[in-house]
């Protein structure tokens, strides 16, 4: 009877782990059962905070194999046993499983909408974008263009779409066009991208042996017709506050006129830099200057830049403090200024039947474009998305840019402070969830294996985990007052206390003595009072011998019932207070039988010696 689990040839127990959750969830099911029997115990055990009428299409259930995860499709009909083990855990989380996002097609979904009344945000295609399991944790790489309306930013972006999708193989940058199948653009003088498009799948690559997630964003052009300034505003400034890179693309040179409508945008993320005390507001600008046709600077980036120091950002002693502010505002803004000079690709391009095809571009043209590209996405180019020194990752992402929707949503432009506590608030999360992944992640891979840890090693793998999280937030330079970091710390804290007893519950039921250790409890106790039962029979006191062999059938009973209940998995209160009471049984003979016994032993111990003592002086005397 004591090997009541491991003998089940056609069952198994399994762990269901939650989000946010404190204790495991233990399932009993048939080893033949399909996964939708399996989805379905999930959903009847799902806890409030998971929606299980989406458990399969916005949760990812999976599994640790060796320290890599293996993603189970709740969907299947073919038997758990394929993936599934006795005693695996289950974890489910939240993020779009991989299986969902394997059927979509790679296309721009539409995230933001700009009316009259106010920003619309599409919640189910960013959550798509942002929210897939496999980048959702990862740090965003946010690549934008932005710019004046039929300017070419659609048309450029497909390029940059193109590459990444070609595997970033240079050999092969000459087969790479800017199809229709990318962003869509067309010929025109109508603007054709409304609001901002995101490409639905981003890609994932290697910064430094990190893996980041480039995710390519189109925007609305401004100054046409249908915008006023105030709302062309509001597109740059969501764009910067958004991106860890933000192209803008102008045509031909950065006149004055240029600068002067960046003027707004300029203004406003400086008051922001002001406000966060002295840290920029945004990233990296890089300007784009396409059709360049002047022979002062040489195209490219090299004289890019050295248009953009020498020329453009140059500020001459007779220049008034109109001219002066906006460039100063440029370079408090951005953490990176940057230039491009792009020649023009031909009068191909203007024709209706272009397709984007490099080979109908001027050479010129395609040797800059490969330039632009491969420096594009340099690694030494690439930055996540950051606040102050925290960088932003997707699921981070998808929560910034619908809090700073909502502030732009205001009537007019957000005041200062409404976005610079966003973002303090938006910093502080990042941190947080970015150090409980960091911890959880330590203690999984501890724990959610099939071997049972040692008490005091799992302790001290805690606390290590502990110590090397919170020495982490120590180090990270966040915004807000001391006081709010004081007692975010201590929260981080807390969670971690309260994280760690759900991986010790779940390190106990690998415990095959603890496993058993209730009915053997019984089986000892049962086995003492037949022994004191016998006992009281043998000096002829029936009454206490016949209550002994009572009671201790009655453990038996209480062993068999134990047992039954855990075999069959129901009568599960049963089973708890069984499991408590001989508990109590070991603390109470701990607490007062071990100390009597202990005495009894020293006793037996003195008794012991001091007969030897006597047995080796009458050895003595028999020698004499």
């Given amino acids: 009877l004591l090997v009541f689990r491991t003998t089940q040839l056609f069952t198994m127990w399994l762990n269901i782990s939650f989000p946010n959750q404190d204790n495991y969830v233990e399932v009993k099911i048939e080893q033949n059962a399909s996964y939708q029997t399996l989805q379905k115990l999930i959903q009847e055990n799902c806890p409030a905070n998971v929606n299980k009428e989406v458990l399969n299409s916005k949760y990812t259930a999976f599994v640790q194999r060796e320290g890599r995860k293996v993603f189970v499709d709740l969907d299947l009909m073919q038997p758990i046993n394929v993936t599934l083990e006795d005693d695996d855990v ?4 939240e993020g779009i499983p991989p299986h969902v996002l394997s059927k979509q097609e790679s296309m721009p979904v539409q995230v933001l909408n700009f009316a009259e009344a106010g920003a619309h945000v599409f919640d189910e295609n960013l959550e798509n974008v942002l929210n897939a399991y496999t980048v959702r944790n990862l740090p965003a790489v946010v690549i934008s263009v932005a710019g004046p309306f039929r300017s070419g930013k659609s048309f ?3 390029y940059l779409l193109n590459y990444l999708s070609s595997n970033e193989d240079d050999s092969s940058f000459e087969k790479v066009n800017a199809s229709t199948t990318g962003f869509k653009w067309e010929h025109g003088i109508e603007r054709h991208t409304v609001g901002m498009w995101m490409w639905n799948k981003p890609f994932v690559k290697k910064i430094f042996g990190e893996d980041v997630a480039i995710i390519l964003l189109d925007t609305q052009g401004t100054f046409d ?3 006023t300034m105030e709302q062309n505003t509001r597109i740059f400034a969501l764009s910067a506050l958004i991106s860890s890179k933000q192209i803008y693309n102008v045509k031909e ?6 600068l002067h ?15 966060m005390e002295g840290q920029k507001s945004f990233q990296t600008l890089d300007l784009l200057i396409r059709d360049w046709n002047m022979d002062d600077f040489e195209v490219g980036r090299a004289g890019g830049n050295q248009y953009l120091n020498d020329h453009v950002l140059h500020v001459g002693p007779e220049d008034k403090d109109e001219i002066r502010n906006v460039r100063e505002w440029l370079k408090q803004c951005y953490e990176n200024l940057t230039c491009f000079l792009m020649p023009h690709p031909g009068l191909v391009v203007t024709r209706s039947k272009f397709t984007g095809d490099l080979n109908d571009l001027e050479p010129d043209f395609v040797t800059c474009l490969k330039e632009f590209v491969l420096d594009t996405f340099n690694e030494e180019n690439l930055h996540p998305k950051r606040i102050s020194d925290t960088q932003i990752t997707c699921g981070g992402l998808l929560q910034l840019f619908k809090e700073y929707v909502n502030a732009f949503n205001s009537n007019g432009l957000p005041e200062i402070a409404t976005i610079y506590e966003v973002t303090t608030r938006l910093s502080q999360d990042s941190v947080r969830n970015e150090l409980m992944t960091q911890f959880e992640d330590t203690m999984d891979s501890i724990v959610a294996t099939s071997q049972f840890v040692n008490e005091k090693t799992l302790n001290e793998a805690y606390e290590e985990a502990v110590s090397t999280c919170l020495s982490s937030f120590d180090e990270k330079d966040m915004l807000g007052v001391a006081a709010a970091r004081a007692t975010l710390r201590q929260r981080l804290q807390d969670e971690m206390e309260v994280r760690f007893a759900k991986f010790r519950e779940l390190n106990k039921t690998k415990d095959v003595f603890r496993g058993l250790r209730t009915p053997i409890v019984f089986g000892v106790v049962s086995f003492l009072l037949s022994f004191l039962g016998t006992l009281f029979n043998f000096m002829g006191i029936g009454s206490l011998s016949t209550m002994m062999s009572v009671l201790a059938w009655a453990t038996v009973i209480l062993a068999i019932v134990w047992i039954g209940s855990s075999w069959l998995g129901n009568l599960v209160e049963l089973r708890v207070i069984l499991t408590d009471f001989a508990e109590m049984l070991i603390e109470r003979g701990r607490e007062h039988v071990l100390p009597h016994v202990a005495t009894l032993g020293q006793r037996a111990v003195v008794h012991a010696m001091a007969a030897n003592n006597k047995l080796n002086k009458k050895d003595e005397k028999l020698v004499l």
Avoid at 262 to 275: D, I, P, V
Wanted: aromatic share 6%.
């Fill in 225 to 227: 017709k249908h915008t």
């Fill in 253 to 258: 040179r950065i006149s004055e006129d240029v």
């Fill in 261 to 275: 409508h960046m003027h707004l945008f300029t203004e406003y993320g400086a008051m922001l830099a002001q406000k």
């Fill in 90 to 93: 289950v974890n489910i989380r």
């Fill in 156 to 158: 450029l972006l497909n």
